[in-house]
């Protein structure tokens, strides 16, 4: 799992390219993103987090449809099925999403990664932003509503505040009060009225 996560290709032997992605601070392996090595306990969260990445890595390579969607939202390189190891880009991508921990200010709702749930909401969130870019007049009453800055176009996360507006987007279609021809109709009539009314 490691070694395909990080393309080592052990037939010809460890190689050079192979210990300089073990021992290189920009690999991701044994060093944080700011060059610092891990600590124990950021290894075992490193290993804990690994098989929930690549299990989401090989959902997007033998599911096209949930692949545009994480792109759409997420940005990174397109996953396919040809895709043999992810990109540094993709790879903390998908650690950074199936890393995400529960909330304990929330105590009636657990935000703690799960794939089946966070598959039903990438595609909610994915259907939300491409119903807001398709309705110029729609995206500019969400962002100035909700102070988000999704573009017009691409993903979620060419926002200038991308972390804030796309977990906004999760948030807003985790509701079990949404549905998006709802959403999008209340979002219209507030619109035509200019005011800042709305709710989810």
């Known amino acids: 799992m490691l070694f395909q996560f990080y393309s080592f290709r052990l037939l010809d032997g460890l190689t050079s390219r192979d210990l300089k992605v073990l021992g290189d601070p920009s690999s991701g392996i044994l060093y944080e993103d700011n060059g610092s090595a891990r600590s124990e306990l950021q290894l075992a969260d490193f290993f804990r987090i690994l098989p929930k990445a690549y299990d989401l890595f090989n959902v997007l390579k033998t599911n096209s449809a949930h692949a545009k969607q994480f792109q759409h939202i ?98 807003t279609v985790g509701s079990p009060r949404y549905n998006l021809s709802g959403y999008l109709r209340i979002l219209d009539l507030n619109y035509r009225r200019g005011d800042e009314n709305f709710r989810r």
Not at 78 to 87: F, H, L, Y
Not at 94 to 119: C, H, S
Not at 122 to 131: F, I, V
Not at 162 to 171: C, E, G, Q, R, S
């Open 74 to 171: 997420f940005g990174g390189d397109q996953v396919s099925s040809t895709t043999q190891s992810p990109t540094a880009v993709v790879r903390k991508l998908l650690f950074d999403v199936t890393g995400t921990p529960d909330d304990p200010d929330t105590r009636r709702v657990n935000e703690a990664y799960d794939q089946r749930k966070f598959l039903v909401a990438l595609q909610k969130a994915d259907q939300l932003l491409t119903a807001l870019q398709r309705n110029a007049k729609r995206l500019g009453t969400f962002n100035r509503l909700f102070l988000t800055n999704l573009p017009k176009d691409g993903s979620a996360s060419d926002s200038l505040t991308a972390k804030d507006d796309i977990k906004f987007l999760f948030d």
